[in-house]
Every structure is written in C-alpha cells, then in structure tokens.
C-alpha cells in the first residue's frame, strides 16, 4: 500500500524517527534504542514511512539500516506555502487598514486641537 507524506507526519513518533534518522543512517536496533516503545512499534512506524518514501532500506551484511529521503517532505512545505502567503496577505491587510485608522485619529486630533 503506498501511503502519503501526510500519513506520516501525522505521529509525533514518526516525526522523531525522521529527525533521528535525518542526521545519520542508523540500523532498525540504533533507532529501536532512541525510543521507550517496543522495537516492533518502531518497525511499523518505520514501514509506514518506508511506505511513504521518506525512509529507504539498505541492507549491509546482517544489519538494515534506514536511510532519510527528505525531498518528499516538499509536498508538506508546498501544501503549507499557499496557506503561509494567504495569511501573509491577510495580515497585510489587517495592517493597512490599521495604520489608515491610526492616519485619522492623528488627523482627527489635530483638528481637535486646532478647535480649542
């Protein structure tokens, strides 16, 4: 089954395993030790993100080790890009229109003053 990106980045302990892995190739026991849960519940995280293209197998002698391919985590940032530069564009406009309030309570108050 191929799973997407999103799936696995969902789990906090896939996110770690990514992080770990991210640094250095480590064997499936090296990143089984990072973790308080079992090496089984760390074999099946790392499935779902082999499953997702973010982590490659490489077999060397009796050890696999698991390799980080980051590049499909350009999925995320892109997906999140659109939402970034929408609420950039809506701050923007939130600080126009402020500093064009703020321009008449000085024109306001100097016409006030100008009064008494």
């Not at 969902?10 to 892995?21: E, G, L, M, S």
């Not at 779902?48 to 995320?76: D, F, H, P, S, W």
Request: one cysteine or more; a positive charge; aromatic letters at 6%.
């Amino acid at each position: 089954m191929r799973r997407d990106v999103f799936q696995a980045i969902a789990d906090p302990t896939r996110r770690k395993i990514i992080n770990v892995i991210s640094k250095q190739a480590l064997s499936l026991n090296s990143v089984a030790e990072t973790f308080s849960v079992s090496r089984q519940a760390v074999s099946k995280h790392i499935k779902i993100l082999t499953e997702c293209g973010l982590i490659v197998m490489r077999q060397q002698g009796r050890e696999r080790y698991c390799e980080a391919r980051l590049k499909k985590l350009n999925e995320v940032a892109d997906w999140v890009e659109q939402y970034r530069m929408h609420w950039e564009q809506r701050v923007d406009s939130l600080e126009r229109y402020l500093d064009s309030l703020q321009s008449k309570n000085k024109k306001y108050g100097k016409q006030k003053r100008n009064k008494k």
